[in-house]
């Protein structure tokens, strides 16, 4: 286990890949101690080795059980001399379908990974947050939370959930000096993405495949500056622009097809 020797520290989940690998690498490479949790044991060997012992902290994690959060924090605080400059709350899983027929277990397990886990995760790291000057709690929305997108309902609407909880506690935390931002990405190549989703989308508009790195960069740059959500890409916002002034034109067009078929085509699921 490494020691953070007096170095800004981030605590990670869904560390072991995707956006939350691509972080740590930014990260330790920016002369950070980074913690490394995911349910993926094997990824995360793989990180420590990469990163190097001394320069971070791995740990398996289920973020669904608070118990085990706990003691992921406590080894984190231990190990950093109490603070935690960031926590990027990122694990996710994504599980589609038609919501009449998705069995309740997948439905479940998206809320509880999802949005129960988010929740935790806050509610016990806000301590952590709090010792830390200038610290940032961030989370991984989507950009499904710019309006409900069919198909990937229930992930979706955990998507929205984040969004609102990040909204709400941005105001909240204001008095802790905790500050509170999440990022809305749209077609991230990581493997929650069905096998071909990436290399089918298209090539150019808001739901081109990006590389999870383009992420990792929106958490650094949160850390440092002063903004609520952040769009991956930028042209996300143009959506959530139009969802917002227009929810009825937006349902009309998704039910047609002419916006819901690019993220049909994608593979539907982003992020994470």
Not at 6 to 33: C, D, H, P, V, Y
Not at 141 to 146: F, G, K, R, Y
Not at 238 to 260: C, I, N, V, Y
């Amino acid at each position: 286990m490494g020691q953070s020797s007096g170095r800004k520290a981030i605590f990670i989940t869904g560390a072991a890949s995707g956006m939350g690998l691509e972080t740590a690498r930014l990260f330790r490479e920016n002369g950070w101690f980074v913690g490394g949790y995911d349910v993926n044991a094997e990824g995360l060997q793989r990180l420590e080795a990469e990163l190097g012992a001394d320069n971070c902290i791995v740990r398996r994690l289920d973020v669904t059980s608070r118990d085990d959060y706990r003691a992921a924090l406590a080894e984190f605080g231990a190990a950093t001399g109490g603070h935690m400059d960031v926590l990027f709350n990122n694990a996710g899983i994504g599980r589609g379908g038609p919501f009449a027929d998705q069995p309740w277990e997948d439905v479940m397990a998206v809320v509880q990974t999802n949005l129960v886990g988010v929740l935790i995760g806050i509610h016990e790291g806000i301590g952590l947050l709090k010792a830390t000057p200038g610290s940032l709690c961030f989370t991984t929305s989507s950009s499904s939370a710019t309006y409900g997108m069919p198909g990937i309902a229930v992930y979706s609407a955990t998507k929205h959930a984040v969004k609102g909880l990040s909204e709400a506690l941005a105001v909240e935390f204001k008095a802790y000096g905790v500050r509170v931002a999440d990022v809305l990405p749209g077609l991230i190549d990581t493997p929650i993405l069905p096998p071909g989703a990436a290399a089918n989308a298209p090539k150019e508009g808001m739901f081109r495949a990006i590389a999870p790195v383009e992420v990792a960069k929106v958490v650094w740059r949160a850390y440092h500056e002063d903004k609520l959500h952040w769009y991956v890409p930028p042209e996300i916002y143009d959506l959530d622009k139009a969802a917002t002034l227009a929810p009825e034109q937006t349902r009309d067009q998704m039910a047609a097809g002419s916006l819901f078929h690019s993220l049909n085509e994608a593979g539907a699921q982003a992020g994470d």
